[in-house]
């Protein structure tokens, strides 16, 4: 096989596989994306030299924000925390808000359940944290809940690259209660009080 940077797989069942397009590429690897990825993380991913990436990620900003002559797209590419990640553009944020609201009113499991309450009480969060509490994988739920509007990112450890989370109004709005202060106290729920919580933020 091919060391070539141009593709990540040069042949597939020994049938030549065309070069690979890097800028679609790494629309695919993005849209599945948890965490914004560093450009190092990417070329690795993708086997293309960093300054490629680079230069595929400028056009790519620029063609979602139209400057290419084509539309202004719903969502944008963004850097945050040295990473890099598509989000939907803030105009719209609104407009998904309903849709996630009024479109897709399942009820949340006792996974998100579970890790909506440890992200109520210990927030601002970060995935690895809650994880860590709940003793399984937390993706997917994070995921879930952030499309329901019910947390939001706080902020990016400038050190890490960890994303931690808060929970919004609507959050307060569900429970029919003003403030987080309202919620009822955790310590009697718990063993001693503290197992699981301490020292994790």
């Known amino acids: 096989m091919s ?16 070069p690979m397009d890097l800028e679609r590429a790494l629309e695919a690897v993005l849209m599945v994306a948890d965490e914004p990825l560093p450009l190092v993380s990417l070329a690795t991913a993708l ?38 990640r598509i989000y939907v553009r803030p105009a719209y944020d609104d407009v998904v808000k ?14 998100a359940l579970e890790t909506l309450a440890v ?16 003793a399984v994988n937390v993706d997917s739920v994070v995921r879930t809940l952030l499309g329901r509007g019910l947390i939001q990112e706080a902020y990016t450890d400038s050190e890490t690259g ?13 429970l029919g209660i003003n403030s987080l202060d309202e919620l009822p106290p955790i310590s009697p ?8 919580f301490d020292d994790l933020s």
Do not use: C, M
Not at 189 to 196: E, I, P, S, T
């Open 3 to 18: 060391n070539s940077s141009a593709s990540v797989v040069d042949e597939v069942d020994g049938v030549p596989r065309p």
């Open 98 to 111: 309903e849709f996630v609201l009024t479109q897709n009113p399942t009820k949340l499991s006792q996974a």
């Open 47 to 84: 086997g293309s030299p960093i300054a490629a990436v680079r230069q595929s990620i400028e056009r790519l900003v620029a063609d979602y924000d139209g400057e290419s002559g084509g539309p202004t797209r719903g969502f944008e590419l963004r850097e945050v925390g040295g990473g890099w």
């Open 189 to 196: 729920l718990l063993v001693d009080g503290r197992d699981g």
């Open 162 to 174: 960890a994303i931690h989370y808060e929970t919004t109004p609507l959050l307060l709005t569900s």
């Open 119 to 134: 992200i109520a009480y210990k927030q601002p969060i970060s995935r690895g944290s809650v994880a860590a509490i709940r």
